[in-house]
């Protein structure tokens, strides 16, 4: 009897436990994957071997895994391969730069939330063999730089108010920080913050973020991390609304430009300007989209021990 009632009482408190999941509608839908992966590379196992033989009587391979853990598609002429480190006349002069024979399309996440993963691609650069005769063993060491151009979508809501000097009973508030929705990228949009900036002005500040380990670049250099390139950013914020400004974009309008991070990190300001829109006397929320595009270099490495070949 005692386990019969634990068993009533176990039904009940499951039916509660889902009345009251409806009644809030649910956990809310997760917009990106997040985090900050994008083009992920690295050798294939074996290719190229531990070990080579001089005299030019051990031909090899060096192959590379490229996957798309990102949530940016990058054509395929966007994304270059280059092998460094060693002297290509010292084994048989190969092809050293490629491009991936195929579009790295990104990862992202489907209209029933299921994870669908990036583009996964074999980059093969083939006849290495080293021809020349050596005193003795020596090491060499394969650097392989992957250069790309990669992009970032963040998205947030902002307060909108017909009457910014009421603040009871709203909708939504203004003064506040704001969550933010990151996609898969180096690149994060972090502490975005809304104040009341005006009569009828809303106005909103946050941060562009390098959170990855690789080499941050002007799009389309080449990866030219020299000065004027270093550590730039293209950014475009897109309220939807007309009289939005900000400030700290470079080299564009209003709402789009280059900027440039120090320390990582840089800062943008904006201000919406309501008193253009027709608000019909509503009070809403408006959601703000910040775009942008870079580019990105990493390198990974092996090393090779040539032996001599005796006879």
């Keep these: 009897m005692k386990k ?5 009482m176990a039904m009940a408190l499951l039916l509660l436990a889902g009345c009251k999941s409806s009644s809030t509608g649910g956990t809310r839908a997760k917009a990106f994957i997040g985090g900050t992966q994008a083009l992920s590379f690295d050798f294939v196992e074996g290719s190229p071997p531990p070990e080579v033989f001089d005299g030019g009587n051990f031909p ?38 490629k491009n991936p024979e195929e579009n790295m399309d990104r990862s992202y996440i489907d209209s029933e939330g299921n994870t669908i993963p990036g583009t996964v691609t074999f980059l093969s650069f083939p006849g290495f063999n080293f021809l020349g005769k050596l005193p003795a063993n020596n090491q060499f060491n394969i650097r392989a730089e992957l250069c790309y151009n990669y992009g970032f979508t963040a998205a947030t ?14 909708v939504c508030t203004v003064n506040e ?8 990228s180096p690149i994060q949009i972090e502490n975005f913050l809304e104040n009341v900036a005006g009569t009828d002005k809303v106005g909103f500040n946050f941060d562009v973020v390098h959170r990855g380990a690789g080499l941050l670049s002007k799009q389309d250099t080449q990866c030219n991390d020299d000065q004027p390139n270093k550590d730039k950013v293209f950014v475009q914020v897109d309220s ?8 700290g974009l470079a080299d564009g309008n209003a709402t789009s430009g280059f900027v440039t991070l120090f320390g990582g990190k840089r800062m943008i300001r904006c201000t919406q300007d309501t008193s253009g829109a027709d608000l019909q006397g509503q009070d809403f929320e408006k959601k703000v989209t910040i775009t942008g595009t870079f580019g990105y ?11 001599h070949a005796t006879g």
Excluded: M
């Excluded at 853990?69 to 190969?94: A, C, I, Q, R």
């Excluded at 809501?157 to 709203?170: G, R, S, W, Y």
């Design 4 to 8: 019969y009632i634990i068993a009533i």
């Design 60 to 97: 090899f391979d060096v192959t590379l895994n490229i996957q798309n853990k990102g949530e940016f598609d990058v054509p395929k002429e966007k994304v270059k391969v280059s092998l460094k480190g060693f002297f290509p006349g010292d084994f048989n002069t190969p092809n050293t730069t």
């Design 157 to 170: 809501d902002i307060c909108v108010l017909d009457d910014l000097t009421q603040f009871n009973d709203l």
């Design 177 to 184: 920080k704001k969550t933010v929705d990151s996609s898969s």
């Design 240 to 247: 939807g609304l007309p009289g939005l400004t900000c400030s």
């Design 297 to 307: 270099k990493e390198h990974k490495q092996r090393d090779i021990l040539v032996k």
